[in-house]
Nanobody, 119 residues
Framework: QVQLVESGGGLVQAGGSLRLSCAAS????????MRWYRQAPGKQRELVAA???????NYADSVKGRFTISRDNAKNTVYLQMNSLQPEDTAVYTC?????????????WGQGTQVTVSS
């Protein structure tokens, strides 16, 4: 089986930075697209950023210029560098990845990590 484990969340003041990590482990042949989602209380989950195995990226308009997604393919790990954080960035951040485990391509989810930005 495949597991995704996030780390790096926490409490930060407005204007501060955090770096999230999400490591995939288990029976992995290749990790294709890896993504970060977030969900704030009372709001729908939204896609924050995505990155392909080749390094192509896309971002939600609300985070462009502030957040950077990257990955280390050798470690099957995706990162989210978050700068200039604002209170509206407060949410549970969850990683997601399309992973080929030699037999099939499935989408896996992490457990989520809380990011809280104080004003």
């Amino acid at each position: 089986q495949v597991q995704l484990v996030e780390s790096g969340g926490g409490l930060v003041q407005a204007g501060g930075s955090l770096r999230l990590s999400c490591a995939a482990s288990g029976n992995i042949f290749v990790a294709n697209v890896m993504r970060w989602y977030r969900q704030a209380p009372g709001k729908q989950r939204e896609l924050v950023a995505a990155i392909t195995s080749g390094g192509s990226t896309n971002y939600a308009d609300s985070v462009k210029g502030r957040f950077t997604i990257s990955r280390d393919n050798a470690k099957n790990t995706v990162y989210l560098q978050m700068n200039s954080l604002q209170p509206e960035d407060t949410a549970v951040y969850t990683c997601n990845a399309d992973i080929n485990d030699y037999y099939r391509l499935l989408t896996y989810w992490g457990q989520g990590t809380q990011v809280t930005v104080s004003s």
